[in-house]
């Protein structure tokens, strides 16, 4: 899987927060590559505000990359299934 979304000198845009909601109804995982912003805590702070503002879950974080995902609304173009969770006694 390769990167859609890319941030870059100009940091968090509009047009990267709309790249992001469109390429997660797309394909609901999504990755993004910090070309700048590469502080840990510069990249924490931005996945916040992506995720806040495309109503999306950070799923994890390696190097420069992070790995975003949000359900697609209509059950039937999901393409990730995620599996029941039982209920806790």
Known sequence: MKPVVFI???G???SVVQSTNEALNKHELIKIK???FKAKDQKK???ETISANA???LVGMIGHVAVIFRQHLDPEKRNIK???Q???P
């Open 8 to 10: 870059g000198q100009k």
């Open 12 to 14: 968090l845009t509009d």
């Open 34 to 36: 910090f070309i700048d």
């Open 45 to 47: 702070k931005i996945i």
């Open 55 to 57: 109503n999306c879950q």
């Open 82 to 84: 995620l599996p029941h």
């Open 86 to 88: 039982k209920p806790i």
